[in-house]
């Protein structure tokens, strides 16, 4: 049973990073969302540099959530539409188990990147310097609980036909505490304050929401993939 | 046989004639407490030693604020009963709670927006409780956002009851983060100290305004589900002989 659980995460965890692979021009689109965003900042509010550090935080955090919110969007919508779906959920795997491996391949192929390139964004927003690694550690995170969280809304609107606005209504109050605690891990830093709190913080998020929406995202497939 | 009441409940028609009875009853002891719950309230209680007579939306704010909140645990438990045990009539009691509950959460946001002018100065602030208020309406729109995108009147009653419990699961997260989000930002110039202990006189009226509340919100919920009723189960015989008695006969 152990063996058949394991091989159900990692063939779809497989499955989605060949797919996202072969359509890389997809999978860059939200990482260029990122970027792009950012320089809406400084030409909407100030270039001023020390203005921009105040905030700095705050906006990256706002971009990362929007954009993971605009990708998770997809996670399910191909399977539904070439039929997939349909085949995972009859197959023996207990079901969270692929829906983890599936989950797994959007962070790796969304936040990953997200987190990866959040130095540039502070470099080009002035983040001051005690703030880079909290912000990798606390985006690391928290897309993580971002992509979890946004899946059991993804499945929730997976059959409908105008599911993405829906789906940001639906999942953007439930992402509120991963935005405060993300935030607070890197103003904690800046203001020279011990960061780790809101960090472990984040890290109990993440760990309640692996071990929660994967089942939630099980019951929402059955019910709405069946319409 | 102990459980039969249980099973009763999940006939729409024995509800649907049971409130039938009961109903008129209840609207008349809820408009009862309420009413003088609020001439007791605004005209008798004594007016607030620093706020003036402007204390007096508290008797609105606070009970509408207690059944927002009481509300979506209201929606959630009907739709955990609802996935459980398959009961058509709480699927229907779910969808009644989430916009009454949604109109108390707007009533509680916007009492409160009025109450905060003469009191704070100003009609919003960023304040612990007022963000966790409207993060809580913000969840009420989903799920009712949520039933409306379905055509299939069981894929929204699953789909809603499965978002309301993933929010129950949420909302005290929400509410503990957003308070300790509070207080690292708290701004100097407002300060909410906790109110000292209320005088009887006017935690009294308070307390009958808040168990006319719970009645009121019993009589909407009685009412919409029973609308609910009649348009879902429009095609049994039962209800279209409610409607036309004379064309059955």
Known sequence: MAHSINSGYSAWLKRD????????GEAASSLIFFVMVSTLIPLGLTPESAQLAEI?????WVMALLA?????DGLFASDYQDGSLEQLLITPQLLPMPVLGKITAHWLTTGLPLTLASPLLGLMLSLPTAGYLPMLCSLALGTACLSLTGAVGAALTVSLRKGGLLLSLLVIPLYMPVIIFGT???????????????????????????????????????????N | MSWQWFHRLGSPRWFYQTSTRWLPLLALIAAAVLISGLVWGLAIAPADAKQGNSFRIIYIHVP????????????????AVGLIWKMKLSYM??????????????????????WGKPTWGTYWVWDARITSMLILLFLYLGVMALQYAYHSIDAASKAGAILALVGTVNIPIIYKSVDWWYTLHQPATIKFTSAPSMHIDMFLPLLVMIIGFYLFYAVALILHTRSE?????????????????EARS
């Not at chain 1, 700095?56 to 990256?60: E, H, K, L, Y």
């Not at chain 1, 904690?188 to 994967?214: K, Q, R």
């Not at chain 2, 509408?64 to 739709?79: D, E, N, Q, R, V």
């Open chain 1, 17 to 24: 990073l060949l797919l996202a692979y072969r359509r890389r």
């Open chain 1, 56 to 60: 700095a935080a705050g906006m990256i």
């Open chain 1, 68 to 72: 993971t919110l605009l990708s998770v």
């Open chain 1, 184 to 226: 607070a891990t890197v103003t904690y830093a800046i203001d020279g304050l011990n960061w780790l709190p809101p960090l472990a913080i984040l890290g109990a998020l993440f760990a309640a929401s692996v071990a929660l929406c994967p089942l939630a995202v099980a019951g929402a497939l059955r019910i709405t993939s069946a």
């Open chain 2, 64 to 79: 509408a604020s207690f059944l927002a909140l009481a509300g979506y645990y209201i929606m959630a438990i009907a739709g």
């Open chain 2, 93 to 114: 009691v779910m969808k009644s709670a989430a916009p009454i509950g949604a109109a108390l959460t707007f009533i509680a946001l916007l009492t409160g927006a009025i």
């Open chain 2, 229 to 245: 009723i009649l348009r879902r189960e429009r095609k049994t015989a039962w209800v279209r002989e409610l409607i036309e008695p």
